[in-house]
Structures are given as structure tokens and as C-alpha cells.
């Protein structure tokens, strides 16, 4: 065990030594100034090792060997352990990074480095007040210097505006300091505790209290005395900016976690209102922010809020604070790796602009180190940040503290929003100029090491809250793994290791499931490993695509092994992100992606809100079988929950991201998206539903609203489906309508419902895959995806063509193909329950299905073709395979509607008493019957007959071009430009105009809209004059006094 | 005692209105030093005893009652410390104001505003 | 097996007796029409002339595989509309196959001929056959709507979707057809007929059939031929649709006669009587006053449990 007291004497003492030393020259000063740091980070280490592996003893060291008050005391024990190993790594990192900057500035720069880190591990270790507020000098002091240090004028700027606030705070904390010291006659912060003298209510007491939080609060960067912080962040070099924001901070936070218990119960709520508020509108501000090193400054500024309101709840609510260890812990440890890393790379790229940094894509190990520190900051598992978020949420439902679930959630949407926003341009920005960024290796070595760190952290979080089902859970991250060692060998390989790493987990989860699950695990990795073969035909494919395929694929089919509400969550944001990922590859897709990311993580925010408030009814439950139990909360949970879901069936009123989101994701990849995911948030439904049923809204019953969500849904999508231009956007919108039918069959809560779901679900997924792998070999044979730029391939394209026509029959519920078994299970069920308005609407929005459907295959297939794609050629073998084994299973289930709809049936009679009965293979409901199989003998028949028929009348028949007959003798000169495609039901348009206004659109522009400009306006106060600034820590006390003297 | 106290106060509040309404940075920081100062005064008045003698144990104390008789020596090194790092603060500062008018001549705060928002 | 081979003997009976039926229907009225106008029009038996004529055709041409198959689709659409449809109540020759689905087998199988048809024609590349089908699809989904609402009503006034069994709940007089027990979805119903039979105002299009734009002017011969024959079957089984449902069905070949022929003169009526509308104003105006009134038959229900 290393004496603690040996930190400040080796700093102090190198820090004497060095100029002296300066003489041996510059290699020796770096060896020398190297190894102290490398002491600290050694002894740190190796505290780390023995309290958590030895379960040692805390150290104490008294200085002269007294005892307190009359000695100071440091103390080193698992949570200092913790801090200052994360600290001196920081330093010596940060130290390396910062090499060539220190060089330049000359020995004094390394002094003062030497003197910060000092400062730092002070902060952490010292048990006197007194002892603590001179660490917190000379770190503020070594920090000042060190920003000023290259002279330039920001820097300066930025660095004066900070010594005026950190001189205030000095003089409130020593004002606090000394009064406390009166009052209880020591300056040990433990006796200080143990004397309770902050219970005392004399104001000079609580005065004393107000001015030492309020220094820590100032130092903590809380709005709206924060913004010398931003300045700073955004002036300085990166590197020094990464150990403020990390390093500095940190430690100050981990001296006010020290002296917390002496503040009282008010203080409690006063830190986690100011800090959640400074959460939100730190973020909120950053949403207009396009100067990176500021953007950070927003984040960190916001994280350290997210700290201070998590530190207050942990206090305020009184119980469980153990577990608030652990949040604090995970929460903390996340910002301090990933916003290190982040502000490093920032130093490296050396781009201003958010803009510029388009310029990181031909940099993949940058842009995927960025990645993954954003995804980090976004509480993306498997990271500690998610785990921390996870457990705050969780406590503050368990006890009733909801305004502050709604701050911290919205908050963290709006860091997602500028933080994607930010990774969006770096993948997907337009290129501005070709200087890349040339990282040295040194400086990839550190923010690789730190991008380790959080993973490695996350993945020790995650084992500890991952208590059941551990290896379920985080199967598909490690299946992902596997395929990263694939990356850079050819597709064939890649896909063969897909291939072969989803069938090991199909069969991992096999015995785990029975029914529902096994059904939808079936159609998530049957249909992914089909899916996984049609991306064969693009014979390129960037880094990263099959790792996060498959991680997409497993995590779905995770949700349906999911036990505890942890796993499923867990798994329904990897999925979120992992599809997040993928979207963005597109050529366009950056605002789409966008949309889609945060849609997607507002629904997965609410659900976790909608977890919390399960807790508050069930206080530790954690399985999704709990949800049974929410009794008279059980509207708001079910509402809350279902969110997520509903963004991702893309229902009305949530569909936003849907057709941008599909149209321009890559061809295969759209196929996926809307074959499978969006059959993710059916699961969810249907798992609402079994767990919760029906719950009510005040007296309204819920799965009325879903009913009519679904409906509104189905119609409006397929109006909107008929008007695109677009192949992808009109299957988009169709998508949206058919999964629509899908959502109203789960909210009929009966037996035919359930059935007509399920149906629907496996059907959808049989043509909507087979439509939209059709339509991707037709884009990669012809390079538009517009439909009036076609015309006439069925000549040049008939498999395509016969896939097509397939999958629009199938689609349209024409008899004797499966998609009439929806459509007869549907009616059926709307009708039985008594839905006779909605199966109207339902019925409507089928017959326009009709209209696209037609004009999807005309537009391209039939008509003139164009003259430059005379010579196209058949779509790619390898993409026309995977449809073909998607029309084996709908000519399969459309002659043996039995096959499928029986063990449906056994799967849904668990929930509901079967109304479906059978006569042989005809299918008898309450109202009606059908006979797939008979109807299907029947339609070949007569077919073969008039076929026949034909075949002998039309003997001498002469196959003709167009236009070799014409009519009123008119042959066009161009026949191409009289292909009847471009804007093809005008007539529709105009009768259903009033229809059409994009109302919802124009809410959601308004919600951004609207949420910007209060960013806008509230960064107004942050107006650059220090002056300001110091009149904004003035009003901070003003509003602190106002929130403490309360109570 | 309490009039030490009230004048440290007073000038804490007079380094505070200084702080917020003096443009020129110089005088900002004799603002600051001012109430520097005037915590100084606080602290030390905290710890005085009325009529105590100085905490050095010779002749003068009884040893044994010396806690009653002398003044709490704590502050008085508090204090010291204060004052040491308020020195280097301030000189710090001042340098930075140096530089910061070798590059824009200007010692008024309000010509510092190039980042805001 | 004899069951099955009997089915198929009846059923085609069935077929020959309904094609004729509907020639004739399309030849009386084309002569009623003639009348109304004061011409002296063709004779009632011009439809087989027509039909010989196409097949004995000396020149036929077509444009490919799918444009032959359309007509296919067209006439396999028809036949097999007819097959799922009761003809006569209590009758067990005109049963057809209607064991292998209810009401919404069939609503949804008139789709099949459209949908292939449709296809068909466009492979010609004319644009006038896009456009017809433009305005056929269109005007459909529009008439729809008040029919798909008054069979909802039916359906729930008589708590089942068997087309057997509301004709059987129809059966002892007039007081019990749909027609007096559920006027309102009898309303929306015949109105949505109007437009489904695609006969003046609503003859504006018409994908597969009628018009001087659109398929028929790209088929011909033995193509046309088919298309012809698909027209007599395809109206009377709509006719016999609308018969069984509001109109208390019929239980002798006599009685669907006539029940048939006026259900069809009412539109021939109505079409004699009014101008054509426009593809937008056809859609507008199903959209509004047969859509309320199905709206209100089915909120009826609705209300009533």
C-alpha cells in the first residue's frame, strides 16, 4: 500500500525540482515529469486493486501525527480509490496527449500540470474543509494558467472570466468555511458530520451552509452561473478542456459528495432542482449551438447538472442510498471517459464548425471512436451512463418524485438532439475541403484507451444490474463482437459469419421460448438470416454493416426472451441505436436518420417513465410480468409504455421519421426496417396487452384508442402512399397503413384480433420483404428510385415483375393469395366486436391500397419503357433468390391457410376463448367461414380453364410493340414522354385535398421549432461580458437563497 | 468584535457592488480584493476571544486553562493561507488583464465579448 | 369424389344459364335505352353478335404476357365471383361454391379481375388505358365505401357474413328483406350500386369495360371476346349480390329473373336520366351523402351494441 501523503510530496516536490532540473534539457524534464504522473496513476492503481480485489482497510494519514481537529487528514478509501485512478489516468493521458502543446509552452506548463493534478487528487482525498478549499485553489489556480497559457486572446478572455467567478466562489466557500468552523469548533469534515452542526437553525448556521453550497455550486457550473464554464470550454486547447471538464470537475463533484451530509433537507431539493434545470437548459441552449467546443461545453455543463440533481435526489428521497452509490458511480464514470474522449478528438480534427466535420468520414477509427463517446453520452447501453440512468430513473418513480423523471428524460432527448445532430454531419455532411484531420498515434492511443475504459466500465455496471438472464441479454453485443473480426474480409465471408452466428443464437433461444415468442423470434431471425442473404447482392458493403445487422436482428429477438424489464429495455435500445447506425449509411439519409433516432429514443424515454411509474405502485419490481400489477395507475404505464412502441410502428401522430427514414436508407436495409423492426413494436404491444390488458383512462378504455389509432393510421398512410413519386417513399407510407391493420388487430383484445395481428404480422413481413427487395434490384439495375423514370420492364425484368405482382396481390388482400387471410380475419374481428365505424374506415383505406399498388407496377413495369433502359438487365440472381423463397411461403400459406392459422390459433387461445373453430379447412368464425384452400383450387381452376381457352382462340395472335397500333392514328414521335406515370391520380388528389394537409407534420416542425427558439432566446443571458457572468453567479444566490431559506 | 465584523461585511458588499459595476477590469479586481479583505476581517473577528492574549503558550497562559485564555489560533492561519492565495490569485489575474490589453487595448470588460452564446 | 364431380356439373349449369341471362339483360337494356332516347336500337340479341364477332376476328394482336393474361384474370374474376354467390336460396344447383367463403371472400375477390385486367391493359403502353384504369381505381374506392358500410350493417343486423344466411333471414315476405328491416344500409347500398355498376353518371372510366379511352380499345379479338363474356357474368353475379342482400333473395330461377332485372333498371334508369360526372366530382359525392347515410346505419348499430 502506497502512503497517500506521498502524492502532494512528490508533486510539490518535482514541481521545485523540474526548474532546476531544466538545465539536463527537455528529454529529462519529460522522463521526469512522465514518472511522477506515472506514480500517481501506479499508486492510484494499485489503491483500486487492493480495496476492491483485498477488501483492505480505508487509509487514513494524519499530518504530524495528530488527531483531528488539531491535524488534516487524507483518506483513501474503495470510492476515493476509484476517483483518483480515474483522475492520474486522465493526467498521464491527458499529459501525453498534450505533449507537443506542453513543449511548446515550456517547462512551467508542466509544473503547472503537475500542480493540477495535485490539486485534483487533493480535492479527493482530503477529510479537512479547510485543506479541501486550498486544493480547490490550487487547482483552479494551475487550471487558469494553464488556459492562458497560449496567449491567445480567447483563451485569455475566457481564463479572466473564469478567475472572477472562481474568486467569488473562494470567498463564499472560505465565508462558509470559517463559520462552520465557529459553530462546531473543528475543521474535520467527518466531526464536522458527526456534530450535526448543520442541523442547527440559527441563520448564521444555515447561512454559513448557504455560502460553502453555494461556492460548490458555482464551481459545479449550474445555470445560470455558468457561463464563464462555456467560454472556457470553448476557448481553451481541447486537451485542457478535457481535464476541466473531466478531471477538475469531477473531483469538485466528489468534494461536494464529501460534504453533502451537512447540508440539510432543503439543500437537498435545491441541488436537484438546480440541477436538473441546468440538465434541461444546458441542452436546451445547445440545440443552437454549431461550435464544437462549445456544444461540449453545453453537454458538460448538462452532465454536471444531471450529477448535482442525481446527488440531491439521492439525498432528498432518503431511502435506498446505497444504490444512489451505484448511480452516481455510473453516471459520473460515463461523463468523465466519454466527454475526455470526445474533447480529444475535437483537438485533433480541429474543425470550429459542426459543419466541418464531415471531414472525419474518410477517418473511420475517428468517426468510430466519435460514435461511440456520443453513444455514450446518450446513455446508449451498454454503457455505465445507461445502467445510471436506469437506476435513477427507477428510484425516483419508487419514490414519487416525478417532475424530476420529466426533467432529466426531456433533458436527455435534447442532448440527443444535438449530439446526433452533431454525429450526423460527421457521417453524412456534405464535404467542405479535403484537409483531413492526420491524428498522431499518441493521440489515438489515448482516446482508443478511454473508449476501452467505457466500454469496459459499462460492461461492469451492466454485470451488476444484470442479475438474471445475464448471457440472454447481452448475447447480441457479444454476437456483434464476433462479426467486428470479420469486418474488411469479402461480403461472402461476412454474410457466411452472419449466417452462421444468428442460426447458433436461433438455436440458443430455441428451448427458451414457447408461443407468442417463439413466433415472433421466428420471424425476427428466420426473417433476418433471409434478409442477410439478399445484402449478397451489393458486392460492397462499409465497415460495420453485418456487426450491426446482426445486432439489430439478435436484440429483437432478445425482446421476446426478455424476462426483467432491465433486459427488455436494454435490448429495445440496442436496437433502436443499432437500426440508428444503420439508417445513416444511406447517401441522404442524415435528416432522416436524425428524425428517426429521435423519435425512437422520446419513445424508449417515455417507456422508461412509464417503468418508473411502476415502481411507485411496486417498489423493486423487475420483471415484465409486474406490469400485471399496476392497478389504478395502470392507464398512465400503459399509455407511457406504449410510446415506444407506437414510434416505432410509425402510428399516426408518431410517423414523422417513417418514409424519410425508409425512403432513403440503403435498398436491403429498407426491407429490413419495415419487414421486421417495425414488427418490434408489435411485440411490445402485444406484450402490453397480455401483462396489462385493456387498462382504462379515466372511463375510457385504452384499446379503443389503439383501435382507432391503428385505423386512422391505416387510412392515412395509404392515402399519403398513392400521392409519391417515389418507389421507396410509396411503400413507406404503405408499410405505415398496413402495420396500422396490425396495430387495430392487437387493440381488439379478442381471440380474431389477436389472429388477424399475427396473421397480418408474418404477412407483411412475406411482401412487404419481397416488395422492397424487388424494388432495390430495380434500383441497383436502373439508379432512380423515382417511378416515372421507368417504365415498361417487365420486358427487361421479368422475375422482378412476377415478385412484384405477387407481393401487391398479396398485399392488396385479393383472394386467393394470404393477404386475403387478414383482410377475412380482420373484418371478422372488427365486426364481431362490434367495430362496425372502423372496419368502414378499414375497409376504405383498402381499396385505395389498391391505387398504389397499381401505380407501383404500372409506373415501372408496365407502359414505355424509356430508351436508356432498354438494355437493363435482370435484377441480381442473389436478390432475386431471397423473394423467391418469400413466394414459396405465400403460395404455402395461401393453399394451406391451415397450416399457419392453427398454431396461431394455439398460441392466442392462452389470452382469449377461441371464437375460431374449424370444419376440415374451412376456417368458421362467429359470423362467417372461409376455405383458403378450396378458394384457392377453385381461382387455378377456372384460371387453367379460360387460359385454355384463350390459348386456342388467340392462335394466330401477333405480338405487336406498343404504338404499332394506334389510336386516332396517332403515333407519337417520343413514345417515351406518353408513359402515364408522373403524378398519375391527380383527379384523386383534388377530391381528397382536404384531406391531405400535413397537420401533423406541421405540429411536430412547431414542436422543434418552438423548442430552438426558447434555446435561442434563453442563451441571450450568456452575452459574453464577464461582468454579466458575475452577476448571474449574484443571482444564482438570489435563487438558491429563495430555494433553501424555504423551508 | 461585532464591529469588526459589520465592517468586514460592509466591505465585502462594497467589493461586490464594485465587481458588478466597474467596467474596468482593474478596478474589478480591487473590487474583488476589497472583499477579499473585508472576509479576512470576518474571520479573524470569529475567532478573537475578548481579551485573550495571542496563542503562544509562554509565562502569560496558564497552560492549563491556555483554551479559555487565548485567542483560537486556527483562524488566524486560515487567514494567512487566504491571504497568501489571494495574493497569487489577484497577481494572476493582473498578468492575464496585461496581456489581455497587449492584444485589444482596452481595459473595459464590455470589449471582451468575442464568445458568447 | 361424386359430390365434388357433382358440384362442378351443377356449377356449370349454373354458368351457362348465367351468361345467357346476362347477355340478354345487357341486349334488353341496350334496346330500353334506345327507346328512351326514341331510336329503335339494336335487338336484344346484338351482345352474341358482338361476341361471334370478335372471336371470328381474322387479325389479332397483343402486346405480351401480361397483356394476354389480363383478360384472363378478367373473365377468371367473373366466373369465380359467381361461383362464391348463392344464385338461388334453396335451390342446390345454384348454390355455386359459395361453401368456401362469406361475404367478404367476395367483396374482396370482385378486386382479382380489376387488379388483372388492369395489369393487362397496361402492358399495351397506351396512355389512355393508364388513365381509364386511373379513373376506374379511383371512382372504386370511392363507391366502395358506402357499400363496404351498408354490408357492416347487414352484417351486424343479422350477426352473421354468410350470404346463405341473410337471404334465409330475409325469407317470408316483403316485411322481412333488408330492404324494410334496415332501409338505411338498403340505401347506401343501392346508391354505392350505382357506382359500382359503372353505368351513366358513373361511367366516367371504367378500367376494364366500357369506355372509348382505356383497355377496350387495346383488346381485341378473341382478347375482346373474353372481355364480353366477362361482362354478362360479372354484372348479373352483382346483381344476384345485391338481390341476395336487400332484397330478400330469390327462390326460383323465375324470381331472380325478375328481382335481378329491376335491381338492374334502376341503374339503367338513373343512367338514362343524368349526365356524367367527373373522376373527382364521382369521388366527392360518394364521399358524402351515401357515405353519411352508411355512417348512420352503422352508428345505429354501433349504439344499439
Known amino acids: ?1047 | 468584535m461585532k464591529l469588526v465584523m459589520v465592517l468586514g461585511a460592509a466591505l465585502m458588499l462594497i467589493g461586490f457592488w464594485g465587481l458588478i459595476t466597474r467596467r474596468n477590469m482593474i478596478k474589478m479586481i480591487l473590487s474583488l480584493a476589497i472583499a477579499e479583505t473585508g472576509l479576512q476581517l470576518i474571520m479573524i473577528a470569529v475567532g478573537y476571544i475578548n481579551g485573550g492574549t495571542a496563542p503562544i503558550l509562554d509565562s502569560a497562559v496558564d497552560k492549563l486553562s491556555a483554551v479559555q485564555q487565548v485567542v483560537d489560533p486556527v483562524p488566524q492561519a486560515l487567514v494567512l493561507t487566504a491571504i497568501v492565495i489571494g495574493v497569487a490569485v489577484n497577481a494572476l489575474m493582473l498578468t492575464f488583464i496585461i496581456r489581455l490589453y497587449q492584444k485589444k487595448h482596452s481595459l473595459n470588460i464590455s470589449d471582451y465579448k468575442d464568445m458568447k452564446w | 369424389m361424386d359430390g365434388i364431380v357433382l358440384k362442378v356439373v351443377y356449377a356449370i349449369l349454373s354458368l351457362i344459364l348465367i351468361f345467357n341471362y346476362g347477355m340478354l339483360v345487357i341486349g334488353v337494356t341496350a334496346k330500353i335505352v334506345a327507346r328512351a332516347h326514341g331510336r329503335i336500337g339494336p335487338p336484344f340479341y346484338q351482345p352474341y353478335i358482338d361476341l361471334l364477332k370478335s372471336i371470328s376476328m381474322r387479325t389479332s394482336v397483343h402486346h405480351g404476357v401480361m397483356f394476354w393474361l389480363g383478360p384472363v384474370f378478367r373473365l377468371t374474376g367473373g366466373i369465380g365471383l359467381y361461383m362464391l354467390i348463392p344464385a338461388v336460396y334453396g335451390s342446390e344447383w345454384l348454390q355455386n361454391f359459395s361453401f368456401s367463403g362469406d361475404l367478404i371472400l367476395v367483396i374482396y375477390f370482385i378486386f382479382f379481375g380489376m387488379l388483372g385486367m388492369a395489369l393487362g391493359a397496361g402492358e399495351s403502353g397506351h396512355p389512355f388505358s393508364a388513365m381509364g384504369i386511373m379513373r376506374g381505381l379511383a371512382h372504386t374506392t370511392a363507391s366502395e365505401v358506402p357499400f363496404a358500410l351498408a354490408i357492416i350493417a347487414v352484417a351486424a343486423q343479422y350477426h352473421t357474413l354468410s350470404i346463405s344466411d341473410i337471404v334465409a333471414a330475409q325469407q317470408g315476405g316483403i316485411g322481412h328483406w333488408t330492404l324494410m328491416t334496415n332501409p338505411l344500409a338498403t340505401l347506401a347500398g343501392m346508391l354505392a350500386y350505382l357506382g359500382m355498376m359503372m353505368h351513366s353518371p358513373f361511367d366516367l372510366h371504367m378500367a376494364p369495360q366500357e369506355i372509348p379511352v382505356g383497355p377496350v380499345t387495346e383488346y381485341n379479338s378473341s382478347y375482346l371476346a373474353l372481355m364480353q363474356s366477362n361482362r354478362s357474368i360479372f354484372a348479373s353475379a352483382k346483381l344476384i349480390l345485391f338481390m341476395n342482400l336487400f332484397f330478400g333473395g330469390a327462390t326460383s330461377i323465375p324470381e331472380m329473373v325478375v328481382k335481378t332485372f329491376l335491381i338492374f333498371f334502376f341503374c339503367v334508369f338513373v343512367g338514362v336520366v343524368f349526365p356524367r360526372f367527373r373522376v373527382e366530382q364521382s369521388v366527392r359525392w360518394f364521399l358524402k351523402l351515401p357515405t353519411m347515410i352508411g355512417v348512420l346505419a352503422v352508428v345505429i348499430y354501433t349504439v344499439h351494441g
Request: glycine letters at 8%.
Open chain 1, 1 to 1047: 500500500m502506497v502512503n497517500p501523503i506521498f502524492i502532494p510530496v512528490a508533486a510539490l516536490g518535482m514541481a521545485f525540482l523540474l526548474p532546476v532540473l531544466e538545465r539536463f534539457g527537455r528529454k529529462t524534464v519529460n522522463v521526469l515529469f512522465f514518472l511522477t504522473l506515472g506514480f500517481f496513476t501506479a499508486a492510484s492503481l494499485i489503491w483500486l486493486n487492493d480495496f476492491f480485489m483485498a477488501n483492505s482497510p480505508v487509509l487514513r494519514v494524519f499530518t504530524a501525527g495528530f488527531k483531528p481537529p488539531l491535524s488534516i487528514n487524507l483518506q483513501v478509501g474503495s470510492q476515493e480509490a476509484m476517483l483518483l485512478a480515474a483522475i492520474n489516468v486522465l493526467s498521464l493521458a491527458g499529459a501525453f496527449y498534450l505533449l507537443p502543446h506542453l513543449n511548446v509552452t515550456g517547462l512551467k506548463a508542466r509544473v503547472l500540470f503537475l500542480l493540477f493534478t495535485l490539486g485534483m487528487n487533493g480535492l479527493v482525498m482530503t477529510r479537512d474543509i479547510f485543506n479541501l478549499f486550498v486544493f480547490l485553489e490550487i487547482t483552479s489556480i494551475a487550471s487558469y494558467a494553464l488556459i492562458g497559457m497560449d496567449v491567445r486572446l480567447k483563451s485569455l478572455t475566457a481564463g479572466f472570466k473564469y478567475m472572477i467567478a472562481g474568486s467569488l466562489a473562494s470567498i463564499f466557500l472560505l465565508f462558509g468555511i470559517i463559520l462552520l468552523y465557529q459553530a462546531s469548533g473543528t475543521l474535520n469534515i467527518d466531526g464536522m458530520i458527526a456534530s450535526g452542526v448543520t442541523l442547527n437553525d440559527s441563520p448564521l448556521i444555515q447561512g454559513a451552509a448557504f455560502m460553502l453550497f453555494l461556492s460548490l455550486f458555482i464551481e459545479m457550473k449550474q445555470f445560470p452561473a455558468n457561463g464563464w464554464a462555456l467560454d472556457v470550454y470553448q476557448a481553451a486547447h481541447p486537451g485542457i478542456s478535457a481535464m476541466i471538464s473531466a478531471g477538475s470537475s469531477g473531483a469538485i463533484f466528489f468534494a461536494l459528495y464529501k460534504i453533502f451530509p451537512l447540508a440539510g433537507e432543503n439543500w437537498y431539493l435545491a441541488a436537484a432542482i438546480t440541477g436538473s434545470t441546468t440538465f434541461v437548459i444546458s441542452n436546451l441552449i445547445a440545440l443552437r449551438q454549431r461550435q464544437v467546443t462549445r456544444l461540449l461545453g453545453y453537454s458538460s455543463v448538462g452532465q454536471m447538472g444531471l450529477l448535482l440533481a442525481a446527488l440531491g435526489f439521492g439525498f432528498y428521497v432518503n431511502r435506498g442510498r446505497d444504490n444512489y452509490a451505484f448511480i452516481l458511480a455510473a453516471l459520473f464514470f460515463n461523463h468523465f471517459f466519454a466527454k475526455a474522449g470526445l474533447y480529444w478528438i475535437a483537438g485533433i480534427v480541429k474543425k470550429e464548425r459542426i459543419e466541418e466535420w464531415s471531414a472525419l468520414r474518410r477517418n473511420p477509427v475517428l468517426l468510430f471512436l466519435t460514435g461511440l463517446f456520443i453513444l455514450a453520452l446518450l446513455g446508449a447501453p451498454p454503457f455505465a451512463g445507461f445502467w445510471g440512468k436506469w437506476a435513477l430513473i427507477m428510484n425516483l418513480g419508487r419514490e414519487d418524485t416525478f417532475w424530476g423523471v420529466a426533467l432529466l428524460l426531456f433533458g436527455s432527448l435534447l442532448e440527443a438532439a444535438f449530439l446526433l445532430r452533431w454525429f450526423g454531419l460527421a457521417m453524412r455532411g456534405a464535404t467542405h475541403d479535403d484537409i483531413q484531420p492526420s491524428p498522431a498515434v499518441r493521440e489515438i492511443f489515448v482516446t482508443g484507451l478511454f473508449a476501452l475504459i467505457s466500454l469496459t466500465l459499462g460492461a461492469r455496471f451492466g454485470y451488476m444490474r444484470l442479475t438474471a438472464d445475464l448471457w440472454t441479454y447481452v448475447f447480441p453485443l457479444i454476437l456483434a463482437a464476433i462479426l467486428f473480426l470479420f469486418e474488411g474480409f469479402s461480403v461472402y465471408l461476412r454474410v457466411m459469419a452472419s449466417l452462421v452466428v444468428m442460426l447458433f443464437f436461433g438455436f440458443y433461444l430455441y428451448p427458451l421460448e414457447q408461443g407468442l415468442a417463439f413466433y415472433f423470434s421466428l420471424i425476427f431471425i428466420g426473417g433476418g438470416l433471409l434478409m442477410l442473404l439478399a445484402t449478397l447482392y451489393q458486392p460492397r458493403r462499409s465497415a460495420g454493416y453485418y456487426p450491426l445487422l446482426v445486432l439489430m436482428f439478435s436484440s429483437m429477438a432478445v425482446l421476446t426472451a426478455s424476462k426483467t424489464q432491465l433486459g427488455f429495455f436494454m435490448n429495445w435500445e440496442l436496437m433502436t441505436f443499432s437500426s440508428y447506425l444503420l439508417i445513416i449509411r444511406g447517401k441522404k439519409s442524415r435528416k432522416a436518420a436524425w428524425l428517426y433516432a429521435l423519435f425512437s429514443l422520446g419513445g424508449a424515454l417515455a417507456m422508461l417513465a412509464g417503468f418508473s411509474v411502476l415502481q411507485l405502485i411496486r417498489p423493486g419490481a423487475e420483471l415484465l410480468a409486474d406490469l400485471a400489477y399496476a392497478g389504478e395507475y395502470g392507464g398512465v404505464i400503459f399509455t407511457l409504455i406504449s410510446m415506444a412502441f407506437l414510434v416505432k410502428v410509425a402510428a399516426l401522430g408518431w410517423h414523422i421519421w417513417a418514409p424519410d427514414a425508409y425512403a432513403e436508407a440503403e435498398d436491403d436495409l429498407t426491407a429490413m426496417l419495415s419487414a421486421i423492426l417495425s414488427k418490434a413494436g408489435i411485440w411490445g404491444l402485444l406484450l402490453l396487452a397480455v401483462f396489462m390488458g385493456a387498462p382504462l383512462w379515466h372511463s375510457l378504455s385504452l384499446n379503443t384508442v389503439l383501435g382507432w389509432l391503428g385505423t386512422l393510421t391505416a387510412f392515412f398512410a395509404t392515402l399519403y402512399a398513392i400521392f409519391q413519386e417515389d418507389a421507396k417513399r410509396l411503400l413507406a407510407w404503405s408499410s405505415i397503413g398496413q402495420v396500422g391493420y396490425i396495430v387495430m388487430g392487437v387493440a381488439m383484445m379478442s381471440h380474431l384480433g389477436w389472429l388477424a395481428a399475427l396473421w397480418h404480422t408474418l404477412n407483411h413481413f412475406l411482401f412487404k420483404g419481397l416488395l422492397f427487395l424487388a424494388i432495390a434490384g430495380v434500383i441497383h439495375r436502373t439508379g432512380t428510385r423515382n417511378m416515372y423514370e421507368m417504365g415498361g420492364l417487365i420486358k427487361r425484368m421479368p422475375f422482378t415483375f412476377f415478385s412484384v405482382m405477387i407481393g401487391i396481390i398479396a398485399l392488396s388482400g385479393v383472394p386467393p393469395l394470404t393477404g386475403f387471410g387478414g383482410k377475412w380475419l380482420l373484418y371478422e374481428a372488427l365486426i364481431e366486436k362490434g367495430w362496425y365505424l372502423q372496419a368502414g374506415v378499414a375497409f376504405f383505406a383498402s381499396t385505395i391500397a389498391f391505387l398504389y399498388c397499381y401505380r407501383l407496377i404500372h409506373a415501372i413495369f408496365l407502359g414505355i419503357p424509356k430508351p436508356d433502359q432498354l438494355q437493363v438487365r435482370e435484377a441480381p440472381f442473389r436478390i432475386l433468390f431471397p423473394q423467391y423463397i418469400l413466394i414459396a411461403f405465400i403460395f404455402v400459406f395461401s393453399l394451406k391457410p391451415a397450416w399457419l392459422l392453427k398454431p396461431l390459433s394455439a398460441m392466442v387461445a392462452p389470452y382469449f376463448t377461441p371464437t375460431l373453430g374449424w370444419q376440415g379447412d374451412t376456417a368458421v368464425s362467429s359470423l362467417g367461414y372461409w376455405n383458403g384452400t378450396v378458394m384457392m383450387i377453385l381461382v387455378v381452376f377456372i384460371f387453367a380453364l379460360v387460359l385454355l381457352n384463350l390459348l386456342w382462340m388467340s392462335r394466330g395472335s401477333k405480338k405487336v410493340k406498343p404504338f404499332n397500333i394506334v389510336y386516332a392514328a396517332e403515333k407519337p414521335d417520343r413514345p417515351q414522354t406518353t408513359h402515364y406515370a408522373w403524378h398519375f391520380f391527380t383527379p384523386y388528389q383534388r377530391a381528397m385535398r382536404p384531406l391531405l394537409k400535413p397537420l401533423i407534420r406541421h405540429f411536430w416542425q412547431g414542436v422543434g421549432e418552438w423548442t430552438a427558439t426558447g434555446g435561442s432566446v434563453l442563451r441571450r443571458i450568456y452575452n459574453g461580458n464577464g461582468q454579466s457572468y458575475a452577476m448571474l453567479i449574484l443571482l444564482l444566490a438570489i435563487i438558491l437563497f429563495a430555494l433553501t431559506a424555504g423551508a
